[in-house]
């Protein structure tokens, strides 16, 4: 069974900063891309950022520029740096991990139990 534990949310003023911290643990395989989502209140949940395990990225367009998603696969670990932050920016983040044996392997998908972040004005 997989694991993950997040860390680092809080309540932070409009412009400040955060960093998010996500450890997997149990059985993961090599292909696999592990993100954050997050979800508002009265809103979908929705991507924010996700790492893939040999390096590239991408991001929710709204983020950009301000968020830095990065990984340490040595440690199953993702973090999610968070600058410049907005009052929209507050949400419930969740930790992501996408996995499969082999290419053509089913795919399995994990959740962390969320982290809150609130952004102040």
């Known amino acids: 069974q997989v694991q993950l534990v997040e860390s680092g949310g809080g309540l932070v003023q409009a412009g400040g900063s955060l960093r998010l911290s996500c450890a997997a643990s149990?059985?993961?395989?090599?292909?696999?891309?592990m993100g954050w989502y997050r979800q508002a209140p009265g809103k979908q949940r929705e991507l924010v950022a996700v790492a893939h395990r040999f390096g590239s990225t991408s991001y929710a367009d709204s983020v950009k520029g301000r968020l830095t998603i990065s990984r340490d696969n040595a440690k199953n670990s993702v973090y999610l740096q968070m600058n410049s932050l907005k009052p929209e920016d507050t949400a419930v983040y969740f930790c992501?991990?996408?996995?499969?044996?082999?290419?053509?392997?089913?795919?399995?998908?994990?959740w962390g139990q969320g982290t809150q972040v609130t952004v102040s004005s």
């Open positions: 149990g059985s993961i395989f090599s292909l696999n891309s």
């Open positions: 992501n991990l996408k996995q499969r044996r082999a290419l053509i392997a089913d795919e399995f998908e994990y």
